[in-house]
C-alpha cells in the first residue's frame, strides 16, 4: 500500500536555527509530492510541490524542499527558522486519480 | 483564490444521533474530498467525490456516508454517532483527477460526541 512517513513527531528549535523535517514515501509509479503547513487555529496551506524537473523545489515564506527519487524522499528546509514558522507540517503524495496520501505531521515549536 | 467553507467551526452532539457535516466550495473544482485529522496519525480519508451523485471510499468509510447532489457541496454523514468519531474533520477540493493537483482545505469542523 502507498504510505508517507515523517520521521519526526515534534521539532523544537531556537530563533535563526535551521530546520530539516524528513520524508519518505512509498513507491507507486508516478508520484508528486507536497508539503502543507497548519498554523495553529487555521486551515492547512499550500507551502510547495514537486511534479518534475529540479529536485530542489523553492515555496513560500523561505521555504524550500529536496527531492532524491534513489531515496524515495523529500525533506523540507529553511535555513532560519522564525517564531512565525510554529505550526504543523505535512507531506502528501499525490497518486493517480487525485488522491493524497499524507504523513503522521510533524509539530514544529520555535522559541523566541 | 479557493475558497472551501464548512459549515461548523465546532459541534457537539450526542452518541446515537445523525450528525450531518456540509462544505461547500466556490472554484467549481470536480473533487472533493473528506478527511478525519487526528494527533499523530495525521490525516485519513474518508470518502471522495470526482462527480457529482458520484462518491468513492476512502481509507476509513465505516460509519460514514457522504453525498453530493451539487457539483459545490459535499457533505458526510455519520449515521449513528459514536465516541471514537469525536476528531477534527476536514473537507478539501481539487480541480481535477491530476495526480499533480493540489487540495484545498477548509477551516475544518471539531467534532464531539459526548
Known amino acids: 500500500a502507498q504510505s508517507v512517513s515523517q520521521h519526526n513527531h515534534h521539532v523544537i528549535l531556537s530563533e535563526a536555527a535551521s530546520l530539516e523535517l524528513g520524508c519518505n514515501y512509498s513507491y507507486g509509479g508516478t508520484v508528486n509530492l507536497f508539503w502543507y503547513v497548519q498554523y495553529p487555529g487555521q486551515h492547512l496551506q499550500l507551502l510547495l510541490k514537486y511534479f518534475s524537473g529540479d529536485p530542489l523545489v523553492k515555496g513560500i515564506k523561505g521555504f524550500e524542499a529536496e527531492f532524491i527519487k534513489s531515496k524515495f524522499s523529500f525533506n523540507l528546509r529553511k535555513p532560519s527558522v522564525q517564531w512565525s514558522d510554529t505550526a504543523e507540517y505535512f507531506c502528501?503524495?499525490?497518486?493517480?486519480?487525485?488522491?493524497?496520501?499524507f504523513g503522521q505531521g510533524t509539530e514544529l515549536s520555535v522559541k523566541p | 483564490d479557493v475558497k472551501v467553507t464548512q459549515s461548523s467551526r465546532y459541534l457537539v452532539k450526542r452518541t446515537g444521533e445523525k450528525v450531518f457535516l456540509e462544505c461547500v466550495q466556490d472554484?467549481?473544482?470536480?473533487?472533493m474530498f473528506w478527511y478525519r485529522q487526528d494527533p499523530g496519525l495525521g490525516l485519513r480519508l474518508i470518502y471522495f467525490s470526482y462527480d457529482v451523485k458520484m462518491k468513492e471510499k476512502g481509507d476509513i468509510p465505516e460509519g460514514y456516508s457522504v453525498s453530493r447532489e451539487k457539483k459545490e457541496r459535499f457533505s458526510l454523514i455519520l449515521e449513528s454517532a459514536s465516541t471514537n468519531q469525536t476528531s477534527m474533520y476536514l473537507c478539501?477540493?481539487?480541480?481535477?483527477?491530476?495526480?499533480?493537483?493540489?487540495?484545498?482545505f477548509g477551516d475544518g469542523t471539531r467534532l464531539s460526541i459526548l
Open positions: 472554484m467549481d473544482h470536480e473533487n
Open positions: 478539501a477540493s481539487s480541480l481535477t483527477r491530476g495526480s499533480n493537483q493540489p487540495q484545498h
Open positions: 502528501a503524495a499525490g497518486y493517480q486519480g487525485g488522491k493524497l496520501i
